[in-house]
């Protein structure tokens, strides 16, 4: 745990590492046992490096109350000799959340998730580049990618063993937690090889499983806008799966979940290849296209971003020269 007032200097962090930068800072409120504490980093001095710093501390404060009540703010130079951001948090505020996980939770979630890979993901053939928990990125190797495992992680792994007991001192929120497991995978992704790790799937706390808005809510005002904010989209890739997946509730029923067409695309297809289909089911698609994303427990799929860039490319590959019509 950070000491009061803690002062962390990051001068690991490069002045193009925006993601290392957010990483650092969740760990930050994650580990603080204050309720203030500033991150120097002395290499982000650039303009680059400045505004995404300055755009990501907008996020951590139109997100206050979901960080349980952390604010965050920039210094900069000549207000302050190197770069800095500087976080601070009520002593009263509410925490959004609980933290109580333990042991047991974390193995059976895991457990269940590796069962889910093995047996629907891949059992049922749901993601053509996934062969088992050891073998993902399959098919890749044309366009210069390995394949490596999935590597399951849970939110408590985050956590101290002073947290994990029930110290509520100066306990994280749900979001903070997620934050600090989701931007640590992206550590590890940007800096590990394929062959150790294709892919993260991240089990956010259990508070999460029953809370599907609450879950979304936190994963696309808070980990999607970060990740915009530092340009880690040039990094990694991801997608929110839950046990109450409902594509149609939460608005995203005319994007692309992974595999599975939306039903206004499925039903377009048909009409055009199969004129004489009578009595599509639309509302049974939609139900399918959720039953993809219907993990055991809320977690989010972090890919790399190569990956995605390089299976669009071996799909454009297997496609040139074919011919069109009725598949």
Not at 34 to 54: D, G, H, I, Y
Not at 112 to 136: D, F, H, I, Q, R
Not at 140 to 161: N, Q, Y
Request: with cysteine; net charge negative.
């Amino acid at each position: 745990r950070f000491p009061s007032s803690a002062s962390i200097w990051a001068d690991d962090i490069a002045e193009s590492e925006g993601h290392g930068a957010a990483a650092r800072v969740f760990d930050v409120m994650l580990n603080a046992n204050s309720t203030n504490a500033c991150v120097w980093m002395p290499k982000m001095k650039s303009r680059e490096a400045l505004q995404m710093l300055s755009r990501l501390v907008v996020v951590l404060n139109d997100n206050t109350e979901m960080l349980g009540g952390w604010t965050a703010s920039l210094l900069t130079w000549p207000k302050a000799a190197t770069t800095g951001i500087v976080l601070a948090k009520e002593a009263a505020a509410d925490v959004i959340g609980s933290t109580s996980l333990v042991i047991t939770q974390q193995n059976n979630a895991t457990t269940a998730t590796e069962l889910w890979v093995n047996n629907t993901l891949c059992g049922l053939g749901l993601c053509p580049y996934t062969a088992s928990m050891t073998k993902a990125a399959i098919g890749l190797d044309s366009v210069d990618v390995s394949s490596g495992p999935i590597i399951v992680r849970h939110a408590s792994s985050t956590l101290s063993s002073l947290l994990c007991d029930g110290d509520r001192t100066c306990e994280p929120s749900d979001a903070v937690i997620l934050g600090a497991l989701f931007w640590n995978a992206v550590l590890d992704l940007a800096r590990r090889p394929e062959t150790e790790v294709a892919t993260f799937l991240l089990i956010a706390p259990n508070s999460y499983d029953g809370q599907l808005e609450d879950f979304l809510a936190t994963c696309d005002n808070l980990l999607e806008r970060s990740c915009k904010a530092v340009a880690a989209d040039s990094i990694i890739g991801k997608a929110w799966f839950h046990p109450s997946y409902n594509s149609s509730v939460v608005g995203h029923d005319s994007i692309l979940p992974g595999h599975a067409l939306p039903a206004r695309m499925v039903k377009e297809y048909v009409d055009r290849y199969y004129s004489d289909v009578e009595g599509l089911d639309l509302a049974a698609v939609s139900r399918a296209n959720d039953a993809v994303r219907h993990t055991p427990h809320a977690t989010v799929n972090l890919l790399r971003r190569s990956q995605l860039l390089a299976s669009k490319d071996a799909e454009a590959a297997s496609l040139k020269g074919g011919k069109q019509g009725r598949p």
